[in-house]
């Protein structure tokens, strides 16, 4: 198994671009999140779900959507970057929505907006 | 509403000794506490969990934590450190009324020294 990937591991972007954060899984995982890690603040949930064709907010889910069409894939797009939203990206998957379960990370998108 | 705390931003220890990493909770009923590991651009690893029941809880590599109710507590222990275990490690709480919601502490960055 490949374990949870995410795609690019690196990207720069100006205020004001749109783009895509990549994340898919193959452990048939019903729960997939995505978080954000800053510097002195830990990670704090943008967004989750719970299965394909649910979604919900996190903690600061301001300007990232998200979409899940299948079970593997759980993209999160920023419609207008800002320099806000420099970051560490990972995504988070685990077996189900009862949340004693561990969480598999992916190894993070490095997002730079200038 | 429900955080952990890690008041340690970082922790040094000789290699052989024992290590503590700190966490503190404030959840207003019985917490879901978590341990994870960061090592450099990595993902986060799960290291253990706290459900219910014992309160010493044994986890991955040698790793145990100390579910203390009367101090809201929840430190991360390994007798005899390794080199090898210096990383970022994170707490985290389930969130008490919504089950699909994490929160994590700032992170304590582990320096084991040879």
């Known amino acids: 198994n490949a374990g949870v990937t995410q795609t690019p591991k690196f990207q720069v972007l100006k205020t004001g671009q749109s783009m895509t954060l990549q994340c898919a899984q193959d452990?048939?995982?019903?729960?997939m999140s995505w978080y954000r890690q800053d510097p002195g603040m830990g990670l704090r949930l943008i967004h989750y779900s719970v299965g394909a064709g649910i979604t919900d907010q996190g903690e600061v889910p301001n300007g990232y959507n998200v979409s899940r069409s299948t079970t593997e894939d759980f993209p999160l797009r920023l419609l207008s970057a800002a320099p806000s939203q420099t970051s560490v990206y990972f995504c988070?998957?685990?077996?189900?929505?009862?949340?004693?379960?561990?969480?598999?990370f992916g190894p993070g998108t490095r997002l730079t907006v200038t | 509403a429900q955080s952990v705390a890690q008041p340690e931003d970082q922790v040094n220890v000789a290699e052989g000794n024992p290590l503590t990493v700190k966490c503190t909770y404030s959840v207003s009923g019985n917490p879901y506490l978590f341990w994870y590991v960061q090592y450099p651009n990595r993902g986060l690893q799960f290291l253990l969990k706290y459900i219910t029941g014992d309160n010493l809880v044994k986890g991955s590599y040698g790793f145990e934590a100390e579910f203390n109710k009367s101090q809201t507590s929840f430190h991360l222990k390994k007798p005899s450190a390794l080199v090898s275990d210096s990383a970022l490690y994170f707490c985290?709480?389930?969130?008490?009324?919504?089950?699909?919601?994490?929160?994590f502490g700032s992170g304590t960055k582990l320096n084991v020294k040879p």
């Open positions: 988070a998957s685990s077996y189900s929505s009862a949340s004693n379960y561990e969480q598999y």
């Open positions: 452990m048939n995982h019903e729960y």
């Open positions: 985290a709480v389930r969130d008490l009324y919504n089950f699909n919601k994490f929160y």
